[in-house]
């Protein structure tokens, strides 16, 4: 007896059903679960800058959420871009992944002919990580104790004081560089494989001045080995109530700051994008780990679509900022 052919109809769907069924879960089956090996975390600096170092609170915390180990790879060179290079071209799954910064983030196309990679195309962003405020520092040998005091000392010797940097492009090149606009000062630029290397070079007088991050200068500052002369956010800084900002210190309007955030290849799976944001987001909430952010600012993440965002946004302002004001590769 033939079946009416509702309930035909009806039968083939539950057929065609289950074998579909069958086939994503035999396709699941063939797909290694997500991390399925070690995870390659490539710093965009040298070892001892800020991005080193956060970079390492992260890493052995995240290998034990996941479950397989994080390993730090320090990349310095062209302000990033050698790191930036590395994981844009890397596979995009997932196993390999960069803690970068404004320059091979947002702003080294500005400054480099012939780029390799577009960071707004070839990299997704994951989740922000540390945002703080850079902090102009200068060599106990400059007798300048205050901003206003440095800026004259510059206006009476134009081109001569030496300021470095992590490299053409990173946030202390642009911060002085917004400085040098706004203020009428011309200094000379010196930049470094790195902000390690900036700060070394800091302490043994070959430059006089520098933005840095607080992880880089907090202890010399202390010691007085450094001298803390004003920071660039629009508000003081939690870790150096007592320096003024840059605003009040004589250059109304300033502000700049710095940021690291994670990022992995273009065309990675928005799941593996998510599970890396939730669980990298997870960590850097702890409270100790917030503790920790505080040596380099304040703790900061976001989901990636809101970091995406972020980083168009630095794109656009900071590209302003170098067309208007002239600053180019020295």
Known sequence: MELPDAHQRMLMRIATATVLTMMAVSASAQQPAYP????????????????????????TRLGDAI????????????????????????????????????GNLAVNGFFTKNMTYDP????????????SGNILVVHPSVPAKSLKELLALARSRPGELAY?????????????????????????????????????????????MAFASPASVSANIHAGRLRALAVGTGARSKQFPQVPTIAEAGVPGY????????????????AIIARLNKEIVQVINRPEVVELMLTQGEAWTSSPEAFAAFIKIEHDKWGRVIREQGITAN
């Open 36 to 59: 399925s090996k070690p995870i390659r975390l490539i710093a965009s600096q040298s070892p001892g800058g800020g991005i080193d170092t956060v970079a390492r609170i992260v890493a």
């Open 67 to 102: 479950g397989q180990n994080v390993m730090v790879d320090n990349r310095a060179g062209a302000n990033g871009s050698v790191a930036g290079e590395l994981t844009a071209k890397s596979p995009p799954d997932g196993h390999t992944m960069m803690l970068g910064a404004v």
């Open 120 to 131: 707004l195309k070839d990299l997704a962003p994951v989740t922000p990580a540390v945002t």
């Open 164 to 208: 470095g940097s992590s490299g053409v492009g990173g946030s202390g090149h642009l911060a002085t560089g917004l400085l040098q606009s706004m203020a009428k000062i011309q200094l000379l630029h010196v930049p470094y494989k790195g902000n390690g290397p900036a700060i070394v070079n800091l302490m043994s007088g070959e430059v006089q």
């Open 255 to 270: 502000e700049s700051k710095s940021w690291y955030g994670f990022v992995v290849a273009a065309k990675t799976p928005p």
